[in-house]
């Protein structure tokens, strides 16, 4: 999970392509109009024999703000390779108070970062 989203914020489309499982890979795939990512948080994730699943939140810089797409992943193992097969999404605005941590994953607060 952590090399697709690495993936999406340095905009290599064809290396997303490459770990979507084929039998639900699209024909293209095209990153213009991509937000700007900033931080990706892993919330969970499970293993059952070749089947995985991942709930992260990727957190996005939104105009003057904040956006995160949440998503619960599906995978599948084949070959000793790990392939995304589809996910089920959610978006909203993050409005971090002062003294949060900054979503860009800066580890320091909102007020003395990206304020």
């Known amino acids: 999970m952590r090399s697709r989203y690495a993936a999406f914020v340095l905009n290599l ?5 490459a770990t979507w499982h084929q039998s639900t890979r699209p024909q293209t795939l095209t990153l213009e109009g991509s937000p700007d990512w900033a931080s990706l948080q892993i919330l969970g994730s499970a293993q059952f024999g070749n089947t995985g699943t991942v709930h992260f939140r990727a957190n996005y810089r939104l105009g003057g703000g904040w956006g995160f797409l ?8 084949e070959d000793g390779r790990w392939y995304y097969l589809r996910g089920s999404t959610s978006e909203g ?4 108070g002062r003294n949060e941590p900054c979503p860009c994953g800066s580890g320091k607060k909102f007020k003395a970062c990206c304020r």
Do not use: A, H, R, T
């Open 70 to 77: 949440e998503e619960n992943s599906d995978f599948v193992q």
């Open 13 to 17: 489309p064809d290396y997303l392509l």
């Open 93 to 96: 605005q993050l409005k971090p």
